[in-house]
């Protein structure tokens, strides 16, 4: 063995000479501190942006245009903006986008579903009287063996809290049951859309008009059979277990304005057929039509207002587009970035 020669264990295992290993390490180093560099510089300029809560605006290149429409009638003097919303909303949302910002800065009034702060009370008794079981019945007794199992599983660290509301109908206890993504994400009615304009509204001296009572959520949600809430529940409880992001995809399909993605996802989070069919129908189409008579009234006056609703209304095949197409109302996309 010559002194250039490699080890024999070298070339037993295909490995280079130490020295040559050393070579290659700095050769690769090198090559690598330019890559090293660039991500470093590229970290830095998106640090700020991709911090929590930060301002969708503010991030170069990111598409944020939530769906915005334009209502008319023919013959009605009044128009309409119309923006799709969610309910509960992050930090992140504000401020709008520059269009949604246009439109309620030229509206003079505000519609909305619900203020739900100013009727909190009128809901709360709504909620009270409809969502407790009757006496005699809890949750154990009124639910299928499969769904109790899920629903003490999802309380296995809590059993005192699922003790305290075990005479809540399941589809009361079904909205005690946030996604998982909401906790995780931050997501707060306070800072949902018709919070954050309505407070704005308020603040300018500006209309509000409800379109629904206050208890038109509350009765869609407690209308069903037994058979359909025991359904509802087990669907929630079956989304946290696989850890479901519904809540984020729902806010990433709303930031770009994707109607069809909202679709999809309204028909995981509400199926249109089988059990739960009663309860989509009397959530969108069944109150789309008394919103939609709202808005056409609304066109009656000869101002610009702008609208909220939630955004799950403007999409798939009942969409409130559709009962506004019904009263002659037309609903033209804007793009909103």
């Avoid at 399941?170 to 997501?187: I, N, T, V, Y």
């Avoid at 197409?325 to 996309?333: E, F, M």
Wanted: hydrophobic residues 45%; glycine residues 8%.
């Amino acid at each position: 063995m010559t002194a250039t020669s490699p080890p024999a264990t070298a070339a037993a295992t295909g490995t280079p000479p130490r020295s040559e290993r050393r070579r290659a390490r700095g050769r690769q180093k090198a090559a690598a501190r330019p890559v090293r560099r660039a991500l470093l510089r590229a970290a830095t300029v998106a640090a700020p942006f991709l911090a929590t809560g930060c301002a969708w605006t503010r991030i170069p290149g990111l598409r944020y245009a939530p769906p915005l429409l334009a209502l008319s009638r023919d013959g009605a003097p009044g128009r309409i903006v119309l923006l799709g919303t969610v309910h509960a909303g992050l930090p992140r949302f504000y401020p709008l986008p520059a269009a949604v910002e246009q439109a309620f800065a030229h509206a003079s009034r505000l519609l909305v579903e619900v203020d739900v702060e100013a009727r909190a009370a009128a809901i709360r008794a709504t909620g009270a009287a409809l969502g407790v079981l009757p006496e005699g019945e809890t949750l154990e007794t009124v639910l299928r063996p499969s769904t109790y199992r899920a629903l003490r599983a999802a309380w296995r660290d809590r059993p005192w809290d699922l003790h305290a509301m075990r005479r809540l109908r399941p589809w009361a206890l079904a909205l005690q049951l946030p996604d998982l993504d909401d906790a995780r994400l931050g997501a707060d009615p306070r800072d949902g859309l018709e919070r954050h304009l309505i407070d704005r509204a308020r603040g300018r001296g500006m209309s509000v008009i409800e379109l629904e009572d206050a208890g038109a959520q509350v009765r869609a949600f407690a209308g069903g059979p037994p058979d359909e809430q025991d359904a509802a529940l087990a669907l929630r409880l079956a989304a946290r277990a696989a850890h479901a992001r519904t809540y984020g995809r729902i806010v990433d399909a709303w930031r770009t304005g994707d109607l069809d993605a909202l679709a999809a996802l309204k028909d995981l989070a509400f199926p249109p057929d089988g059990a739960l069919a009663g309860l989509r129908r009397r959530l969108f189409a069944d109150r789309d039509e008394g919103l939609a008579d709202g808005l056409a009234q609304a066109l009656d006056r000869p101002d610009t207002a702008m609208a909220l609703v939630g955004t799950l209304h403007l999409a798939g095949p009942d969409a409130l587009q559709h009962a506004l197409a019904r009263r002659g109302v037309a609903a033209r996309r804007v793009d909103a970035g």
